[in-house]
């Protein structure tokens, strides 16, 4: 069994999340360009905006019209700008199931924008899409990302021992790779329940291990 993502976009109190567009280039690639992202996803670095327009015009579209998964602008619902990005990758249409990720832009941290996005994409998959499982995997030492998943109301499942590769920036710029463990996270639609009453002004990474 297989399917498609529908091309649409999603309202919260103060969010938009929509589909990426070519305006989005010159944030998406400042914010891929941040230390935190180049340490805990396997994001280029550098990541120059020729990789973030190839992203936007051809990996993302492709993702979803095959149905592998979707990938959400997150913008501010006032001033429309960038402030992170919410992909869907690794979807399985008979168990209905798919694994979410999200990076938030450095100066939009603190303000729980992840929490909020990572929790209106759960709410319309279960909703809307008749979704019955989402999968979050956190690198060990990424609290803020596990903090994340707490507050939406993930269950932890266990740990993928040595399954991360993270990242560490050298003093002469070259970064070298760590590996580390992977925490698994679960979101069944039950798990919801209350989780708005959880959310706190606290921001994370999960890996993007798809972007290349």
């Not at 938030?104 to 990572?118: D, F, K, L, M, V």
């Not at 209106?120 to 019955?132: G, I, M, P, R, S």
């Not at 399954?163 to 679960?186: E, K, L, M, Q, Y």
């Amino acid at each position: 069994m297989s399917g498609s993502f529908p091309n649409i976009s999603i309202s919260t109190e103060r969010l938009v999340l929509r589909p990426l567009d070519e305006d989005d280039v010159p944030a998406l690639a400042e914010m891929m360009n941040d230390e935190q992202v180049g340490a805990w996803t396997d994001v280029p670095q550098p990541y120059s905006e020729d990789q973030a327009h190839g992203w936007i015009t051809q990996h993302a579209p492709a993702e979803r019209e095959s149905g592998r998964g979707i990938n959400f602008a997150v913008t501010e619902f006032l001033t429309q700008r960038l402030v992170g990005v919410v992909q869907l990758a690794k979807t399985n249409w008979h168990v209905r199931s798919t694994e979410l990720s999200y990076i938030i832009a450095p100066w939009a941290r603190g303000e729980g924008y992840a929490s909020e996005a990572a929790l209106a994409t759960a709410h319309w998959l279960f909703t809307d899409q008749k979704f019955e499982r989402i999968e979050l995997r956190t690198a060990a030492d990424n609290t803020a990302s596990q903090q994340v998943a707490q507050k939406i109301g993930c269950i932890s499942e266990g740990v993928l021992r040595g399954a991360c590769i993270a990242h560490v920036r050298a003093d002469d710029g070259t970064w070298s790779d760590v590996r580390t463990d992977f925490i698994v996270w679960s979101l069944l639609p039950e798990d919801l329940d209350g989780a708005g009453d959880r959310l706190a002004d606290t921001d994370g990474f999960t890996t993007y291990s798809d972007w290349n």
